[in-house]
């Protein structure tokens, strides 16, 4: 790559909201920088920016707006009477495993009858199977809660139904048109929800189940007020589940999201310390984002490689020891997962660049007998932002195929697998992520229709890669006071995403390659001095040596070695403008 190759991607500059800023900067003390980011942000009224800058509790919405909640809360309450036993059966991806850590210990506390089941990916896949459930009846079980999952087990539902066994559903996947026949169906994405905020993680679903179960219990007289539980103690847990899942952080996320991070930073939970402790994160200030990229990912680990009942009793432990034996289990199962990846993905960059030198227009979909299925989602997530189009990775096994498939731009990837069903055998998800069970020999029928169905709903130049610019600055703009109130916007993520500045007419004083190809640069502008950093880029190193550039870029704390500077980390760069 050269410069001439520069830039990367389309640049986007938010439209200004001029009449949202000028309000901000009269009422506020903040940067104009910063009033014009929060703007811009589509957060219009004095209320709902306060509420967005200081995301509160208090401002959940009534859990009891959710179908089924009351319904839910009764049987729940019920089987604590009758002292039934209880299974929490949970999915094996971080937001399940979270749900179920959540929801158990909640229940253990008051209830000695209950236990939990995560499925193993390999033998059981995923929701509710046959076999547990003859398994939990001849256990004794009388209710099963399924969390973040249950939407797509009509039969499985039934069977319990007929053994004896109730079940509430506690879910966050796109509903058919038939719901299942459980006792209740929590899950604000059914149509005759009336709950607001439809975005909701399984985690934070399950979280509004506890308000609503507390809240009875306690109307009921089930505590004395010294032992009351604090449900804010659990929203370390939500908040890794929330951000693992990838649900935009707005409205309910937002205040999970943002509480439980600063939990996490006080070390409160043994579990999330030992984490911390083999991540080499101690002492360190976790955000939304290294949580996605180091803690949360060896919490799923343990279901893509082992079993997720692991990084659930990580979660539960109480003891620092018992702890950090478990983490270290867990960072092995995630050593091992990155090395299946990174031969998966490099296996797929030299399929997807011959397709290119062919001319042909290959759709991302593929399959192969050879990968473990608790890695290809991943690896489609990879492939999707690498080359942004949807990406649907098959592990086949005895004829038939496990999909794992992640989204790209603004297509529907849930709406579009749907539209294939007569090639699945099954198929669950929402718009970002989803799975499918396919026969072999549908594979080629599927991908073609579903290429077809990409091509039609979204032009091929809303699938560039689109970088977001937020406002424009110049170098002597940026400062800790800048860094600090941009802060105020945190947690970044999905559909909040880290705030992106654009500078002109910026010269390169210097350039070095530092770590894994990663380019380090001095920049100027006016005077203003900054140190600069591209990730993977190394290859531009002489191109962009004494260069004068237009940059977009995220200004950062730089922690290595405790430096504790501003650093640019550069989104994309063209030659400057003459």
């Given at each position: 790559?050269?410069?001439?190759?520069?830039?990367?991607?389309?640049?986007?500059?938010?439209?200004?909201?001029?009449?949202?800023r000028?309000?901000?900067?009269?009422?506020?003390?903040?940067?104009?920088?910063?009033?014009?980011?929060?703007?811009?942000?589509?957060?219009?009224?004095?209320?709902?920016?306060?509420?967005?800058?200081?995301?509160?509790?208090?401002?959940?919405?009534?859990?009891?707006?959710?179908?089924?909640?009351?319904?839910?809360?009764?049987?729940m309450?019920?089987?604590?009477?009758?002292?039934?036993?209880?299974?929490v059966?949970?999915?094996y991806?971080?937001?399940?495993?979270?749900?179920?850590?959540?929801?158990?210990?909640?229940?253990?506390?008051?209830?000695?009858?209950?236990?939990?089941?995560?499925?193993?990916?390999?033998?059981?896949?995923?929701?509710?199977?046959?076999?547990?459930?003859?398994?939990?009846?001849?256990?004794?079980?009388?209710?099963?809660?399924?969390?973040?999952?249950?939407?797509?087990?009509?039969?499985?539902?039934?069977?319990?139904?007929?053994?004896?066994?109730?079940?509430?559903?506690?879910?966050?996947?796109?509903?058919?048109?038939?719901?299942?026949?459980?006792?209740?169906?929590?899950?604000?994405?059914?149509?005759?929800?009336?709950?607001?905020?439809?975005?909701?993680?399984?985690?934070?679903?399950?979280?509004?189940?506890?308000?609503?179960?507390?809240?009875?219990?306690r109307?009921?007289?089930?505590?004395?007020?010294?032992?009351?539980?604090?449900?804010?103690?659990?929203?370390?847990?939500?908040?890794?589940?929330?951000?693992?899942?990838?649900?935009?952080l707005?409205?309910?996320?937002?205040?999970?999201?943002?509480?439980?991070?600063?939990?996490?930073?006080?070390?409160?939970?043994?579990?999330?310390?030992?984490?911390?402790?083999?991540?080499?994160?101690?002492?360190?200030?976790?955000?939304?984002?290294?949580?996605?990229?180091?803690l949360?990912?060896?919490?799923?680990?343990?279901?893509r490689?082992?079993?997720?009942?692991?990084?659930?009793?990580?979660?539960?432990?109480?003891?620092?020891?018992?702890?950090?034996?478990?983490?270290?289990?867990?960072?092995?199962?995630?050593?091992?997962?990155?090395?299946?990846?990174?031969?998966?993905?490099?296996?797929?960059?030299?399929?997807?660049?011959?397709?290119a030198?062919?001319?042909?227009?290959?759709?991302?979909?593929?399959?192969?007998?050879?990968?473990?299925?608790?890695?290809?989602?991943?690896?489609?997530?990879?492939?999707?932002d690498r080359?942004?189009?949807?990406?649907?990775?098959?592990?086949?096994?005895?004829?038939?195929?496990?999909?794992?498939?992640?989204s790209?731009?603004?297509?529907?990837?849930?709406?579009?697998?749907?539209?294939?069903?007569?090639?699945?055998?099954?198929y669950?998800?929402?718009?970002?992520?989803?799975?499918?069970?396919?026969?072999e020999?549908?594979?080629?029928p599927?991908?073609?229709?579903?290429?077809?169905?990409?091509?039609?709903?979204?032009?091929?130049?809303?699938?560039?890669?689109?970088?977001t610019?937020?406002?424009?600055?110049?170098?002597?703009?940026?400062?800790?006071?800048?860094?600090?109130?941009?802060?105020?916007?945190?947690?970044?993520?999905?559909?909040?995403?880290?705030p992106?500045?654009h500078?002109?007419?910026?010269?390169v004083?210097?350039?070095?390659?530092?770590?894994?190809?990663?380019?380090?640069?001095?920049?100027?502008?006016?005077?203003?001095?900054?140190?600069?950093?591209?990730?993977?880029?190394?290859?531009?190193?002489?191109?962009?040596?004494?260069?004068?550039?237009?940059?977009?870029?995220?200004?950062?704390?730089?922690?290595?070695?405790?430096?504790?500077?501003?650093?640019?980390?550069?989104?994309?760069?063209?030659?400057?403008?003459?």
């Amino acid at each position: 790559m050269s410069v001439h190759n520069l830039p990367l991607t389309r640049w986007c500059l938010r439209e200004e909201n001029i009449e949202t800023r000028n309000l901000l900067a009269a009422g506020m003390n903040i940067r104009a920088i910063v009033s014009r980011i929060i703007a811009n942000r589509a957060i219009g009224t004095p209320e709902e920016i306060r509420q967005y800058l200081n995301p509160s509790l208090n401002n959940l919405h009534n859990p009891f707006l959710m179908r089924d909640m009351k319904e839910a809360v009764e049987r729940m309450t019920a089987a604590f009477r009758r002292k039934e036993k209880i299974v929490v059966y949970g999915d094996y991806d971080a937001d399940g495993i979270t749900s179920v850590a959540v929801l158990y210990r909640f229940i253990r506390k008051i209830h000695d009858n209950v236990t939990f089941y995560i499925p193993d990916r390999m033998a059981e896949g995923y929701g509710l199977n046959p076999a547990a459930v003859a398994r939990f009846h001849s256990e004794g079980v009388t209710l099963i809660a399924t969390v973040d999952c249950g939407m797509a087990n009509h039969e499985e539902i039934d069977l319990a139904k007929k053994l004896g066994i109730d079940v509430v559903i506690l879910d966050h996947h796109e509903p058919s048109e038939t719901l299942p026949r459980a006792e209740a169906i929590v899950n604000p994405k059914r149509h005759d929800c009336p709950f607001p905020f439809k975005q909701l993680a399984a985690v934070g679903i399950v979280f509004n189940f506890l308000i609503a179960l507390r809240g009875i219990l306690r109307n009921e007289g089930f505590w004395t007020e010294s032992n009351y539980p604090n449900l804010r103690d659990y929203l370390d847990l939500v908040a890794l589940g929330t951000i693992g899942d990838v649900v935009p952080l707005v409205d309910e996320n937002r205040i999970f999201a943002k509480i439980g991070m600063e939990l996490i930073n006080q070390d409160k939970r043994a579990g999330i310390r030992a984490l911390k402790r083999v991540c080499t994160m101690e002492g360190k200030t976790v955000e939304a984002s290294r949580a996605s990229f180091t803690l949360i990912p060896r919490i799923n680990a343990a279901g893509r490689i082992a079993s997720a009942s692991h990084a659930v009793e990580l979660l539960l432990a109480e003891s620092d020891d018992d702890a950090l034996i478990l983490a270290q289990m867990l960072e092995g199962f995630n050593k091992k997962r990155q090395s299946m990846e990174r031969t998966i993905f490099a296996q797929l960059l030299e399929t997807v660049s011959k397709a290119a030198n062919s001319g042909e227009n290959e759709p991302m979909v593929f399959s192969s007998s050879d990968w473990h299925p608790g890695v290809i989602g991943i690896v489609a997530s990879r492939l999707a932002d690498r080359f942004g189009r949807p990406a649907i990775l098959i592990s086949i096994k005895d004829g038939v195929g496990k999909g794992s498939g992640r989204s790209a731009a603004d297509f529907n990837l849930f709406e579009g697998i749907k539209r294939c069903e007569s090639h699945l055998l099954a198929y669950g998800g929402h718009r970002f992520a989803a799975g499918i069970l396919i026969e072999e020999e549908n594979i080629v029928p599927f991908t073609e229709q579903l290429s077809k169905i990409i091509t039609d709903s979204c032009p091929e130049e809303e699938f560039a890669a689109c970088t977001t610019i937020d406002a424009s600055c110049v170098l002597s703009d940026v400062d800790m006071e800048l860094f600090e109130q941009m802060q105020m916007l945190a947690p970044f993520g999905s559909g909040n995403q880290e705030p992106v500045l654009h500078a002109r007419n910026v010269g390169v004083l210097s350039t070095t390659i530092v770590g894994n190809n990663h380019l380090k640069m001095r920049v100027s502008q006016d005077g203003a001095v900054k140190e600069a950093i591209w990730f993977n880029q190394g290859q531009l190193l002489a191109d962009l040596n004494h260069a004068s550039l237009d940059i977009v870029f995220m200004p950062k704390i730089n922690d290595w070695n405790h430096s504790g500077n501003i650093q640019l980390v550069i989104k994309d760069a063209k030659t400057a403008a003459s």
